[in-house]
């Protein structure tokens, strides 16, 4: 069988169920004995099961989302260390970081970690630091002034 031996199925004329028992899906029209879904007009709910208690009410609902928690964007040392345009001796606030494409957003705060090695002396300009990455600017030379 080959592509262009198939037959296009938008042309197939649809089953005509009812037609008595030689047509294949008569008197009951392929529907089944008894049930809702036998009868005319039957909609099912999303996620009924018939009767039996659905799986949304059958798990433990648990947590909670606040709405209004705050999501710092986060910067590693490495990220400042391997960035070309980061140069020794320059002061980073968040317009600056913006421009660097390190955060997104500079309404939201800027929380900077400790992961990675800095070798440059920076100035930086964040809402929130961690201690280790406070002591490896400090060490490089460099300050950390938290706004937050």
């Known amino acids: 069988m080959y592509l262009h031996d198939l037959e296009s199925s938008k042309n197939k004329r649809r089953k005509r ?4 028992p030689g047509s294949g899906s008569g008197k ?3 529907r089944g004995q008894n049930g809702a879904k036998s009868r005319s007009g039957y909609k099912s709910k999303r996620g009924f099961e018939g009767g039996q208690n659905p799986l ?9 989302t606040s709405p209004n928690k705050v999501y710092a964007q ?12 980061v140069e020794t001796g320059s002061i980073l606030d968040k317009p600056k970081l913006k421009a660097l494409g390190l955060i ?3 309404d939201k705060p800027v929380k900077l970690l400790g992961k990675g090695i800095l070798s440059k002396k920076l100035n930086i300009e964040v809402d929130m630091t961690s201690a280790s990455a406070a002591e490896a600017v400090k060490k490089a030379g460099g300050e950390v002034v938290t706004t937050g």
């Open 74 to 85: 986060l910067i590693n040392l490495q990220n400042l260390e391997d960035n070309a345009d």
């Open 28 to 30: 009951n029209c392929g």
């Open 104 to 106: 997104k957003k500079e």
């Open 17 to 20: 169920v009812g037609r008595g």
């Open 56 to 64: 949304n009410r059958r798990l433990p609902k648990f947590g909670f």
